[in-house]
Structures are given as structure tokens and as C-alpha cells.
């Protein structure tokens, strides 16, 4: 026998005699064009009679990507069989690493078989077995296994994981990606507590593969105990759907006299709900709806929400946003969100271009009204509406030209429609002063012409108008420059100018409607929203803005009230703004730092300095303990024009991280009003580590639409990580 220094990239050496040894496979695989075996360690001895290379040391074992590592490792050159014992490990070229005190393997390292196996995953999951057989290189099989996706406890090592998954055998088919359980159950904190004769989950090379995802149980007082079991199809990459029916079992809180149509099926309803995405280079869509039939009245019912964005261009976008219900109260009983939830759904396809300094937008919009007052004659099917905006290159002393064009049609069953076009030219200039006062003059033209139908109290016919303007916006900042907290004071005021009498009766209102003077709208020479009503006469606002930087976070603080020359009917009597004088506006943001966030935005009667509308906001506190409350009130006139006469309303709500892996919120929602109360509360429970999620969701309501009642609402959702797990969906 011979001794060596540790090589690299070895074949079997040959012997001293004239005749040459056959090869090794080592070399003949070198020979052959395939990947060369690499072999580094502190001894190396070859007994040539026997045909074995042992290495001892720090052995090192490298091809075609594979990595093994042991304290010593025997090579049968004649049965191309490895031995490797002590501190083994194998690295395969997907990430994943195997330990062991012995392994037998063939010499490309691709079969084999070791006793009390621990595998490492890419994703760092975890496997481990009484024995192992590896088959082509692409397959393990693991006899009395354990899998869990848990790291050890850094204080415990010993200790058991959170969860982990047990079977007779357990099965990594790399070739598949795909691992697999035969006689499987899940211990949970050391407790079994569920069994199958057969689970699979994709491996950590898989970011996406269909199959079930984990069920989330609900219980309500409307629908009674509920299960949704979600199924994920990845159809592209690009491109899924999660097929997620939810069952709706009786619901003994029932009385069976409130039944119209009740059974005995143990399954009274399924719920048929599904959602599917797109995304592309071009574009997305997202689409999610649901069908059912009603387990007490027998009728069909469901709900479409989508929307989708496609780049037809570098300039054009063209899209769709779908919001429809079977009927008013739907969503509300079964718990589908839809965005914003307003008491109305939108239905909007639309196609604009993006210019340098222009913009084109075409669109139309249907509406679904959810209240129990919405009449479905009165909503309006708006198509088209057209509107452009161009704005022109500023001149040698900053002037521009502005262009902006608006074609708006509408119709419905039952009340008025119109056609109106609406086009304004303006030319802008800026001006700075001698003390760095800065003075920005508008001059426009308007016009305006309409078609309506059944307009109250005019019937059918034509109308038009045409609206000269001039206005002037004027501030004068005065900065206080400080190291420790720099300050803006600026002074500002605003006055336009145009003729009375530009609202003549035969134009509809449509879009003027829901007018609210705010300290943002009062700088404005014509303060009305939409197109529908001027503003006239001569006109303006002042105010006083200020704002300092402290090194953490700004505070600002802003007062302004509007004027104008002759009292105007086209206010609403309660908008703070039917005679000459507004009233008082303010608001303050105040936010020192991240843990202390304060906006408080006022309107004070100009006569009595009574509240007429307070809009507050808090937050306070860091992650570890925050608090938000919402605060709000408003007056209305009493004159019968509004739904309602006064707002005051509350909410609060408090969250905390009770530890690095235990969050917990609660909230409530306070009705203020002499008649009011509280209209619901809700509490959340999160624990989420890195193989194990929980959430438990507890919503109380009070208030209650028709066949929507009062009552709980209880989710419950339980995530065992890389075993399809899903993002959190608490109804």
C-alpha cells in the first residue's frame, strides 16, 4: 500500500507494473466526457489488491453538482459502491442537504441508502427517518419519517417543534417536485391531531402547484357553521384560480318556522366561489365571484367582482372594473368584501392615453345601489363620457395655454337625461414679487351646452352657457431657517371674478351635488365639484398656512375662510356657504414622529363658533402597543334634503404585539346621535412564526338591512406552512 497527499480531481492510480489497470469509473466517467470527480482530503491510501481508495480527514466528494462530505470514505473501485461514515453529509444541486452517521452510495453518488437521516431542505424544512433509500438521484425514500417546517428552538434544541408531520413512509421525488406521505398524521405541539392514509405537497423548488389549500372554518349568526375548502389550479405561469366552495351547514339558531324552505340534508348549501388572475407583461386581471342558492328562500344569488388593466402602449391603458350582485344585500350576508365598500357598486370600462402634457379618458360606469331607498329606474348608465386635458408649453416668462374638453351622456328608466358637452380654454401665468411673493393669474373661457330630457319642472329641451373667468392666486412664504426645527409661514389669498346668473333651470345637476367647503376647496375660483354648476360673481378666500420640520416629522396647521360679493342659492343651505361670509376652516397635522400621527380637520359656524363638522384622526404608539381612533361629525339641514341630519360617529380600535410571534386588535364602532348606540365591535388573534400560522377573527354587529340580521360573525384559519398554505382570509 502507498500513501498520498490529499489531490484534487484523483483516478484510481495505476499500478507500478508494465501493464496498465483497467480504469476506475471514476476515470473512465472523466474519459467518457462526464463531469470529473473532484476528491480532496488529509489522507488518501490505495490498496491495489483489494481495488479500494480510502480517504480520511476532511474528505471531500464532488460531482456533477453533488457534494459529500464525511470523516472518511471508502471507494470499492471493482463494486463502484462509496462508503462515508462519521459527521456525513450529502449536498444535492437544489439546495438540499443530507446528514447521517453512514452512507452507501454508488460511485456517482446518485443511489444509495443511510440509517438516521436528516434532511435540510432549500426553504430550510426540515425531514428525518430511521432509514433511507436514494433511487437515480432524483427520488428518497424515508422510512418512519418526520417532516416539519419549524426551525429548532435556539435555548431547546431537544425539544419538539410546533407542528410537524409523521408517516410510514415519506417520499422526495425531486424529478416530480413533489414530496408525499403514505399513513400520515400531524402532531401539533407533540398531539396528533389529524390522520390521512395519503398527503403531498410541492417541494421548496416549486413556488406554485395546484392542489388543495388549507380549509378555513367560519361560524355566523346569518349562515351558521361554515367551511371553505380552496383548491389552487396553476394553470401558467402567469395565470391561476383557487376554486374555494364553502359549505353552509343548518344552522340550529334558526327557528324552523323562519324557514320557507327548509330540509334535513346534513349540507342545506354550497356556496360555488372562485377567483382567478392574470398578470402579463401587457397587463392584469383579477376576477372573483360566487354563486348560491339560498338555503331558506330557494333563490339564486351571487356576486362578480373584477378588474383588469391592459397596455395597449407606451401611451394607451385600456381597462375594466365589474361590480355586480344578485341582490342589495349579498356581499353583506356572506361576507364578500368588495373594495371601498361603499353602499354601491360600480361597473366601469374605460381607455385612456398618456401624453407629455396631455390626457385622453373615455369611459362609461353603471351603478348598483344597496340600500334599501335606491330605486334601480333613478341609477343612472352613463356612456359615454369623454374628457381631454392639454396643457401647452410655457412661454419665456412662464405663461401656458390650457384645453380641456368633457362630452358626458346619460340616461335612465326613470327620471332625467342629458347630453352635455363642456369645453374651457385658459391661459396662466405666474408672477414673482420683489419680496418673493408669488402671484399665479388665470383668465378662462367656458362653454357649456346640454340636451335633457324630463328635467323637473322644465321637461325637454336645450340649454347653454358661456362663462368668462379671471382669478388670481396669491402667496408670500416667510421661512424661518432653524436647526433643530425649520418653519414655513404663508399667507395666501384667492379672487376670481365671472358673471352672475350661469345656472339657468333647464340644466340638470348631476354632478354638483355632494358639495362640502373644506380648507382645500375654498382656494378654489370655482369651488363647486363637477361641471354641472358655476360659480359666479366676484369672489374669493384667505388664509394663513403653517408648517414646521421638526428632525422626526412635520406639523402643520392651516386657517382660511371664503368670501364673496352677493349671496349665491347654488350652495346647499348646510355647506357652510350660502351668504357673503363662509365659515371658519381649519386644520391641524401634527405628527412630532412614527408613534404620534394627529390630523383634526373643522368647520365652525361664522355667527355662534358652533362645531358644524369635525373630522379627527389619531394614531399613537409604536407596533409593540398602537392605538387608532376615528372621529366624525356633521350637521345637516333639517329642511328634508338630505338623508340625514346629523352624523357623530366613533371608532377605536388597538393593536399590539404581544410578543414577536402573538398580535392581537380590537375595535369598536360608536354611533354618537342621540338615537344611536354602538353599531359593532371585532377582535383578532394573529400568531404567525416561520412554519405556523393562526388567526381567529370575532366580528359583532348591530345593525342590521333586511335579511342581513344582527348577530357574530367567527373565522377561523390555521396555516401549517409549505403544506399549501394560503395568505390569511378572514371573512
Not at 417 to 430: E, M, Q
Not at 525 to 544: H, K, Q, W
Amino acid at each position: 500500500m502507498t500513501n498520498q497527499p490529499p489531490v484534487t480531481n484523483v483516478q484510481a492510480p495505476a499500478p507500478a507494473a508494465a501493464k496498465p489497470a483497467p480504469a476506475s469509473p471514476m476515470a473512465e466517467a472523466e474519459e467518457a466526457g462526464q463531469s470529473p470527480v473532484q476528491l480532496t482530503a488529509d489522507q488518501i491510501v490505495h490498496d491495489r489488491e483489494l481495488g479500494i481508495v480510502a480517504a480520511k480527514g476532511r474528505v471531500e466528494i464532488v460531482q456533477e453538482g453533488r457534494t459529500l462530505v464525511a470523516d472518511s470514505v471508502s471507494y470499492n473501485l471493482k463494486q463502484d459502491i462509496v462508503s462515508a461514515s462519521g459527521n456525513v453529509s450529502l449536498t444535492e444541486p437544489t439546495g438540499e442537504v443530507a446528514f447521517s452517521d453512514y452512507f452507501e452510495l454508488t460511485g456517482d453518488l446518485k443511489e444509495g441508502i443511510a440509517k438516521e437521516i436528516r434532511v435540510i431542505l432549500a426553504d430550510n424544512s426540515r425531514m428525518a427517518g430511521a432509514s433511507a433509500h436514494r433511487v437515480g438521484g432524483d427520488r428518497t425514500d424515508i422510512d418512519k419519517g418526520v417532516y416539519t417546517a419549524c426551525e429548532p428552538c435556539r435555548n431547546k434544541p431537544d425539544s419538539k417543534p410546533l407542528w410537524e408531520a409523521k408517516a410510514q413512509r415519506i417520499t422526495h421525488n425531486q424529478a416530480d417536485q413533489l414530496i408525499e406521505y403514505r399513513d400520515a398524521w400531524i402532531e401539533l405541539a407533540g398531539i396528533p391531531v389529524a390522520y390521512t392514509p395519503y398527503l403531498s405537497h410541492p417541494d421548496p423548488t416549486v413556488k406554485r402547484k395546484s392542489g388543495f389549500l388549507v380549509p378555513t372554518a367560519g361560524m355566523s349568526s346569518n349562515l351558521g357553521p361554515n367551511v371553505t375548502v380552496p383548491y389552487f389550479f396553476a394553470i401558467k405561469d402567469n395565470q391561476d384560480f383557487t376554486f374555494a366552495p364553502r359549505f353552509v351547514f343548518p344552522n340550529s339558531s334558526k327557528k324552523r318556522d323562519d324557514l320557507s324552505q327548509a330540509n334535513d340534508n346534513v349540507l342545506q348549501s354550497v356556496v360555488l366561489a372562485g377567483e382567478h388572475r392574470w398578470v402579463g407583461r401587457e397587463g392584469e386581471t383579477r376576477t372573483v365571484g360566487s354563486l348560491t342558492e339560498d338555503k331558506y328562500s330557494g333563490d339564486m344569488r351571487g356576486h362578480v367582482d373584477a378588474r383588469g388593466r391592459f397596455d395597449l402602449n407606451r401611451s394607451w391603458r385600456a381597462g375594466y372594473q365589474v361590480e355586480r350582485s344578485s341582490d342589495d344585500t349579498y356581499t353583506s350576508l356572506y361576507s364578500y368584501r368588495i373594495q371601498n365598500e361603499r353602499p354601491w357598486l360600480t361597473t366601469r370600462p374605460y381607455v385612456e392615453r398618456f401624453g407629455r402634457r396631455s390626457y385622453v379618458q373615455a369611459e362609461g360606469f353603471a351603478f348598483q345601489g344597496l340600500r334599501q331607498q335606491d330605486d334601480p329606474g333613478q341609477s343612472p348608465i352613463v356612456l359615454p363620457h369623454v374628457s381631454t386635458s392639454h396643457m401647452g408649453m410655457p412661454g419665456a416668462k412662464g405663461g401656458y395655454w390650457s384645453l380641456d374638453n368633457d362630452m358626458l351622456a346619460y340616461a335612465r328608466s326613470e327620471g332625467t337625461g342629458a347630453t352635455r358637452l363642456s369645453s374651457t380654454a385658459g391661459w396662466h401665468r405666474p408672477f414673482m414679487g420683489s419680496m418673493g411673493d408669488i402671484t399665479t393669474v388665470s383668465a378662462t373661457m367656458r362653454a357649456d351646452a346640454y340636451h335633457a330630457e324630463r328635467v323637473a319642472n322644465e321637461g325637454t329641451g336645450n340649454a347653454g352657457r358661456a362663462v368668462p373667468q379671471v382669478s388670481a392666486d396669491w402667496r408670500m412664504p416667510f421661512v424661518r431657517d432653524s436647526a433643530t426645527m425649520p418653519q414655513v409661514l404663508e399667507p395666501v389669498a384667492m379672487i376670481a371674478a365671472s358673471p352672475n346668473g350661469g345656472n339657468p333651470a333647464k340644466i340638470p345637476n348631476e354632478d354638483s351635488i355632494g358639495f362640502e367647503l373644506d380648507e382645500l376647496n375654498v382656494f378654489r375660483p370655482n369651488r363647486l365639484p363637477g361641471l354641472d354648476r358655476v360659480e359666479g360673481g366676484l369672489r374669493g378666500a384667505y388664509g394663513l398656512k403653517w408648517h414646521a420640520y421638526p428632525s422626526m416629522g412635520t406639523i402643520g396647521a392651516t386657517v382660511a375662510q371664503g368670501w364673496r360679493q352677493h349671496a349665491d342659492s347654488t350652495f346647499r343651505r348646510d355647506a357652510g356657504f350660502n351668504e357673503q361670509l363662509s365659515d371658519y376652516l381649519g386644520r391641524v397635522d401634527f405628527s412630532p414622529s412614527n408613534n404620534l400621527q394627529l390630523l383634526n380637520r373643522v368647520r365652525l359656524d361664522k355667527d355662534s363658533g358652533e362645531l358644524r363638522r369635525n373630522e379627527s384622526t389619531m394614531s399613537i404608539g409604536s407596533p409593540l402597543l398602537r392605538t387608532d381612533i376615528s372621529y366624525l361629525m356633521i350637521e345637516r339641514s333639517e329642511d328634508g334634503t338630505e338623508s340625514f341630519a346629523r352624523r357623530h360617529y366613533l371608532a377605536w380600535q388597538v393593536q399590539t404585539a404581544l410578543t414577536r410571534y402573538w398580535t392581537a386588535l380590537a375595535g369598536v364602532s360608536y354611533d354618537l346621535t342621540d338615537a344611536g348606540g354602538p353599531l359593532g365591535w371585532n377582535t383578532r388573534l394573529t400568531y404567525n412564526d416561520e412554519c405556523f400560522a393562526f388567526v381567529t377573527n370575532l366580528r359583532q354587529n348591530y345593525t342590521h338591512d333586511r335579511d342581513y340580521e344582527t348577530g357574530f360573525n367567527l373565522t377561523l384559519n390555521i396555516v401549517f406552512k409549505t403544506l399549501g398554505d394560503v395568505p390569511f382570509n378572514v371573512f
